[in-house]
């Protein structure tokens, strides 16, 4: 089970951290991800980390504002988000691959969170 936490409403260009505790299984094999999904838009990829922690991928507009690490002693991963913009307000689901050690793009995912709302005003 992944359980998200964090979110909330913050000024454009302020920063926001999010968490996702997993429970059950640890997740230290398994590439995790973050994705989002705008009111009337598809879910999106946001980013991944590999399962060491020792890689990342990121879409392009969230390159360089952010980051995503993890914790595989806590079985926990989170989403260092900064420089937010309006356009990053959505439901953000934290995800598990459904493979071990193994990845090869965002539809290896295959377990999700509940979600949490980001709301950035202008």
């Known amino acids: 089970q992944l359980v998200e936490s964090g979110g909330g409403l913050v000024q454009a260009g302020g920063s926001l951290r999010l968490s996702c505790a997993a429970s059950?299984?640890?997740?230290?094999?398994?590439?995790m991800g973050w994705f989002r999904q705008a009111p009337g838009k598809e879910r999106e990829f946001v980013g991944a980390i590999n399962w060491s922690g020792t890689g990342t991928y990121y879409t392009d507009s969230v390159k360089e504002r952010f980051t995503i690490f993890r914790d595989n002693a806590k079985n926990t991963v989170s989403l260092q988000m900064n420089s937010l913009k309006p356009e990053d307000t959505a439901v953000y689901y934290c995800?598990?691959?459904?493979?071990?050690?193994?990845?090869?793009?965002?539809?290896?995912?295959?377990?999700w969170g509940q979600g949490t709302q980001v709301f950035v005003s202008s």
């Open positions: 995800a598990k691959s459904r493979y071990t050690y193994y990845y090869t793009g965002p539809r290896d995912f295959g377990s």
């Open positions: 059950g299984r640890p997740i230290s094999r398994y590439h």
